[in-house]
Each structure stands twice: as C-alpha cells, then as structure tokens.
Nanobody, 125 residues
Framework: VQLQASGGGLVQAGGSLRLSCAAS????????MGWFRQAPGKEREFVAA????????SYADSVKGRFTISRDNGKITVYLQMNSLKPEDTAAYYC???????????????????WGQGTQVTVSS
C-alpha cells in the first residue's frame, strides 16, 4: 500500500495543524495506523497510533492532550490534529501502516510495514 502524507507547514507556537495520510488501497481498514516524527539529528519517535476500527488509540506522553489521531476508513485516510503546537514539535512527520492481522497497537517503528514520505512541520517561537 502507498501512503501519502500532507498538511504540514509553518505555524507559530500555540497554533494548530491537521495532517492527513491517504492510503492507496481499500484494505486500509485492516491496518493499524501510526504517526511518527523525526527531527534533524534525532531518531524517529512515536507520536500516535490508532486501531483498525478507530476504537483504540495510543499517544506519546509528549503530545497527550494536544494531538488527536483519527481515521475515516471510507476515505481511506488517517488524520493527526495537532493543537497547542510547541517549537519542540518541529519535525518531519510520517504516517505508517501495520498490516499484521490482529496485532496490537505499537509504538515501535520496526513493527510498521509501510511508510509515507513525510510532511514537514515547523513551529516558530
């Protein structure tokens, strides 16, 4: 499956952005989906994940209460609503798909099988 992330940009601290990740296959509804981010010189880190049905969600402590992950299986798209953005949220954001049947939500990048190309988010102070 191919994943296309979009919605990044430049925003002031305290602002909001919504990222989208569109999938290329209708089997999207069988994948757990995740968002990760990577700042220059740093390792890729987990941001949020959502189960196939959208009923289960998981967040990194650093974004809990500020970011919301959601999905629309009809539109084969996953979203990341980011509010109260901070300069430390600056990074390239990647969406990813985990296609293992019945796998639990995971924050480990190596558990994901497909990756989008990334969209840059820059938060100015």
């Amino acid at each position: 499956v191919q994943l296309q992330a979009s919605g990044g940009g430049l925003v002031q601290a305290g602002g909001s952005l919504r990222l989208s990740c569109a999938a290329s296959r209708r089997t999207f509804s069988s994948y757990n989906m995740g968002w990760f981010r990577q700042a220059p010189g740093k390792e890729r880190e987990f941001v949020a994940a959502i189960s196939r049905s959208g009923g289960d969600k998981s967040y990194a402590d650093s974004v809990k209460g500020r970011f919301t992950i959601s999905r629309d299986n009809g539109k084969i798209t996953v979203y990341l609503q980011m509010n109260s953005l901070k300069p430390e949220d600056t990074a390239a954001y990647y969406c990813a798909a985990d296609n293992w049947v019945n796998s639990p939500l995971t924050d480990k990048p190596y558990e994901y099988d497909y990756w989008g190309q990334g969209t840059q988010v820059t938060v100015s102070s």
